[in-house]
């Protein structure tokens, strides 16, 4: 059974850091895709960020500032945010897949991604 749970949302001002982390359990990392979303209130869920074996995608809003990565042997996936803005203010995800190799072609559908954690919220003020 996959678990998803994360951790490491908070209330910051515009230009801070945070690092979400996310907690798996039954998810194989090396026949998974996995992810980051999130969701403003009022808006659709977007993708922000992914990674598997060989590649990492970023999308438009947030490359250059977050930083997806995964540690095998804790078994968690983290998303490092800098330079923060009141726009990233949201809910954030984690995602799993069973897909060996992440597809950036679909990388945002959320009906593609089999595996959701709970979500972490992020505020960030001016």
């Known amino acids: 059974q996959v678990q998803l749970v994360e951790t490491g949302g908070g209330s910051v001002q515009a230009g801070a850091s945070l690092t979400l982390s996310c907690k798996t359990s039954?998810?194989?990392?090396?026949?998974?895709?996995l992810g980051w979303f999130r969701q403003s209130q009022g808006q659709e869920r977007e993708g922000v960020a992914t990674?598997?074996?060989?590649?990492?995608y970023y999308s438009r809003a947030v490359e250059g500032r977050f930083t997806i990565s995964r540690d095998r042997d804790k078994r968690t996936l983290n998303l490092q945010m800098v330079n923060l803005k009141p726009d990233d203010t949201a809910m954030y995800y984690c995602v799993a897949r069973p897909n060996k190799y992440c597809y950036t072609d679909d990388y945002d559908v959320v009906d593609k991604w089999n595996h959701w954690g709970q979500g972490t919220l992020v505020k960030v003020s001016s």
């Open positions: 039954g998810v194989p990392f090396s026949t998974s895709c």
């Open positions: 990674i598997d074996s060989w590649n990492t």
